[in-house]
């Protein structure tokens, strides 16, 4: 059984920093792109951030410059640090992981999603 755990979400002021944290555990053969994704109240899921195997990384325009993806593949865990936060990024982050996975029949490859952590940012 794959899970992604999340954990580094709360309540901050604006202008406030946060670090999130996902880590991927299980049966895992192979970690391929990790990102972050959150749903802000009433809207839909949208990417925040994105890192290839290769840690080549991808942002949505909202928060480049503000925001860094990373990852430890030794510990299958991805990471955003989230700087110069503002009311507008308050929402559910979930952890997203393209995964390759043991299985009793083969190797599986599949999207893997974590169970989302609250960030608010409010004064």
């Known amino acids: 059984q794959v899970q992604l755990v999340e954990s580094g979400g709360g309540l901050v002021q604006p202008g406030g920093s946060l670090r999130l944290s996902c880590t991927a555990s299980?049966?895992?053969?192979?970690?391929?792109?990790m990102g972050w994704y959150r749903q802000p109240p009433g809207k839909q899921r949208e990417l925040v951030a994105s890192?290839?195997?290769?840690?080549?990384?991808n942002y949505a325009d909202s928060v480049k410059g503000r925001f860094t993806i990373s990852r430890d593949n030794a510990k299958n865990t991805v990471y955003l640090q989230m700087n110069s936060l503002k009311l507008e990024d308050t929402a559910v982050y979930y952890c997203?992981?393209?995964?390759?996975?043991?299985?009793?029949?083969?190797?599986?490859?599949?999207?893997?999603w974590g169970q989302g952590t609250q960030v608010t940012v409010s004064s």
């Open positions: 890192i290839s195997s290769t840690s080549s990384t």
């Open positions: 299980g049966s895992i053969l192979s970690v391929y792109a």
């Open positions: 997203n992981a393209d995964l390759l996975v043991g299985r009793m029949f083969g190797p599986l490859r599949n999207d893997y």
